[in-house]
């Protein structure tokens, strides 16, 4: 027996430090790849606001964050699970907080377009080029569309061409007004078209459109909040059983069956969620 442990012994070593060595490695890897991805799409994300940030050192202090975040979960819950998937919302918090501030970013453009069209267009008829129209409008402008368009004509003083610089501006804001409004002004460049008028026109049926995009989502809001109130409500219920009961909802957790319920739920959920989003989404 004494001699069939000392055989076995060194090979339980060496798987262990093998599977050890692999967890390692293949920690190292996922962390480089994170911080590639990371760097690279919020620095993107970022520029794209004009909002220049170290981003390495954000990934530092992301990354301090999650483990301090959650650290402090597993001190005060002792569940792994808490602790884990409160570190992974923490690495994804930057990414996440960078899509809705480009989302808003988005949405001020596109509603300050009717406005702005207007404002070229009376600039326009009384004598003005597209250039001098736009730099009186970034000089007076402090929104989103003003960077968008100081930017066009920095583009334009390096030496880029007129229509290349305003379909970057359309690349950096995708949307179907910020594509009309580039192929308004790249027709009129090329046909000779009077561009004053076609930015009134342009102008009066993106505030239509805005107008009628609003009363869609009043109409819709409703939907959604149900669609929000029936996805969470079974997870507060869960959270709350939880802490009124924790003997009764403890094989939830622990057993096979337990997460294949919790795993059931979670598809059902996401299901829900998508099937409520395709009906509340109106394209108008």
Not at 234 to 263: H, T
Request: glycine content about 8%; aromatic content about 6%.
């Amino acid at each position: 027996m004494i001699s069939m442990s000392s055989a076995v012994l060194p090979w339980v070593f060496v798987v262990t430090t093998l599977i050890a060595w692999l967890v390692l490695e293949s920690g190292r890897v996922l962390l480089r790849w994170y911080r590639e991805v990371y760097t690279e799409e919020l620095g993107r994300r970022f520029a794209r606001q004009f909002v220049f940030v170290d981003v390495d050192r954000m990934f530092l202090l992301t990354l301090a964050g999650a483990a301090v975040a959650a650290l402090a979960v597993y001190l005060l819950s002792r569940s792994v699970w808490a602790a884990s998937g409160v570190a992974v919302m923490m690495l994804f918090l930057p990414r996440t907080a960078g899509c809705v501030l480009n989302h808003r970013r988005q949405r001020q453009v596109q509603t300050s377009l009717p406005d702005s069209l207007q404002q070229l267009a009376s600039a326009m008829r009384a004598g003005a080029t597209l250039t001098t129209a736009t730099e009186h409008f970034v000089r007076d402008s402090e929104g989103p569309l003003g960077q968008e368009l100081s930017l066009v004509l920095r583009e334009q003083r390096l030496g880029e061409p007129v229509e290349r610089s305003w379909r970057n501006m359309a690349a950096r804001n995708p949307g179907e007004a910020m594509e009309l409004v580039v192929a308004a002004v790249l027709v009129a460049r090329e046909s000779g078209g009077n561009l004053a008028e076609i930015f009134d026109t342009l102008a009066q049926t993106l505030r239509e459109k805005q107008a009628m995009d609003g009363k869609v989502r009043a109409l819709t809001s409703q939907g959604k909040l149900q669609g929000w109130i029936v996805g969470l409500l079974p997870v507060l219920m869960i959270g709350a059983l939880s802490l009124l009961e924790p003997q009764a909802m403890k094989p939830l957790f622990s057993s096979v069956m337990g997460w294949s319920v919790l795993l059931l739920m979670g598809v059902l959920e996401l299901i829900g969620m998508l099937m409520i989003r395709k009906i509340v989404m109106v394209d108008v």
